[in-house]
């Protein structure tokens, strides 16, 4: 089987899976069209295990960080673990970071700090930053660019769910937008109007395992091998042929990433 396809943001350490689930989880991914997953971490302990997995496997790579839901979690001592997570072979980002006004699971006051002091990391360190942003107000953008993250780094707005108009905005800075199963959805127009007006050189597809899984599985725990159905619905609006949406994208992350 040929591999075409890059998930560029994965939870293969989901702290929901028993052992068994992701030996089999992992099994299945072998048996896939998977060229490639980043195991993303969202706190200390699910990066740790992003850097064991990508240590296990040849396909999988680890991003460390952690998500603005658990910035409280981010003490002095979290930091300094995180800065030497990020040195770690296979670690290609710091992420996922950046700021949700929606669900407020910690103050947002904590988590700009925290994200404040994950962006300095990742352009100390040189790395991609992968960016949760939701219902920040414009916050999140603001952020990036006070603390220098423009122009030069590579910043990725992950399962981005804005306008066409911002995505234009944030591709202006050099962001890379990352496309997820929501685009599958039928009332999901906003999205399919970003994946339509933006160029191909500037998205990458994700699933964001185990949660938003595309059609037609929807309802089902989502996995990297669904991506595929995200990159057939960027090619249905785009007139292209699958193969060409999938060799693209996975072009475009192993440039991202720095492959």
Same mark, same amino acid.
């Given at each position: 089987?040929? /591999? #075409? @396809?890059?998930?560029?943001?994965?939870?293969?350490?989901? *702290?929901?899976?028993? +052992?068994?689930? =992701? $030996?089999?989880?992992?099994?299945?991914?072998?048996?896939?069209?998977?060229?490639?997953?980043?195991?993303?971490?969202?706190?200390?302990?699910?990066?740790?295990?992003?850097?064991?997995?990508?240590?296990?496997?040849?396909?999988?790579?680890?991003?460390?960080?952690?998500?603005?839901?658990?910035?409280?979690?981010?003490?002095?001592?979290?930091?300094?673990?995180?800065? /030497? #997570? @990020?040195?770690?072979?296979?670690?290609?980002?710091?992420? *996922?970071?950046?700021? +949700?006004?929606? =669900? $407020?699971?910690?103050?947002?006051?904590?988590?700009?700090?925290?994200?404040?002091?994950?962006?300095?990391?990742?352009?100390?360190?040189?790395?991609?930053?992968?960016?949760?942003?939701?219902?920040?107000?414009?916050?999140?953008?603001?952020?990036?660019?006070?603390?220098?993250?423009?122009?030069?780094?590579?910043?990725?707005?992950?399962?981005?769910?804005?306008?066409?108009?911002?995505?234009?905005?944030?591709?202006?800075?050099?962001?890379?937008?990352?496309?997820?199963?929501?685009?599958?959805?039928?009332?999901?127009?906003?999205?399919?109007?970003?994946?339509?007006?933006?160029?191909?050189?500037?998205?990458?597809?994700?699933?964001?395992?185990?949660?938003?899984?595309?059609?037609?599985?929807?309802?089902?725990?989502?996995?990297?091998?669904?991506?595929?159905?995200?990159?057939?619905?960027?090619?249905?609006?785009?007139?292209?042929?699958?193969?060409?949406?999938?060799?693209?994208?996975?072009?475009?992350?192993?440039?991202?990433?720095?492959?």
């Amino acid at each position: 089987m040929e /591999k #075409l @396809l890059f998930d560029s943001h994965a939870h293969i350490n989901y *702290e929901g899976y028993s +052992d068994a689930e =992701r $030996d089999e989880l992992m099994g299945r991914i072998d048996d896939s069209a998977i060229a490639y997953v980043v195991d993303v971490g969202f706190d200390i302990e699910s990066s740790r295990l992003a850097i064991a997995h990508a240590q296990a496997k040849p396909w999988c790579y680890a991003a460390v960080g952690v998500h603005p839901h658990d910035a409280k979690t981010l003490t002095d001592d979290a930091f300094e673990t995180l800065k /030497k #997570l @990020l040195k770690e072979p296979k670690v290609v980002a710091l992420g *996922e970071t950046g700021l +949700d006004y929606y =669900r $407020d699971h910690s103050p947002r006051d904590v988590q700009r700090d925290a994200f404040r002091r994950q962006i300095r990391l990742g352009l100390e360190a040189g790395l991609p930053i992968i960016i949760h942003d939701r219902e920040s107000g414009g916050d999140t953008i603001e952020i990036l660019k006070e603390e220098g993250a423009f122009p030069g780094s590579r910043v990725l707005m992950h399962c981005f769910s804005g306008s066409a108009e911002q995505a234009a905005e944030y591709i202006a800075l050099g962001c890379t937008i990352s496309i997820a199963g929501p685009i599958t959805y039928k009332n999901n127009k906003k999205t399919i109007r970003v994946v339509a007006e933006t160029p191909l050189e500037h998205l990458l597809i994700e699933t964001d395992s185990p949660y938003l899984t595309p059609e037609p599985f929807r309802g089902k725990q989502n996995e990297p091998p669904y991506v595929e159905h995200v990159a057939r619905k960027v090619a249905e609006i785009k007139g292209l042929a699958y193969e060409e949406v999938a060799a693209a994208t996975l072009a475009n992350a192993k440039r991202f990433f720095g492959l």
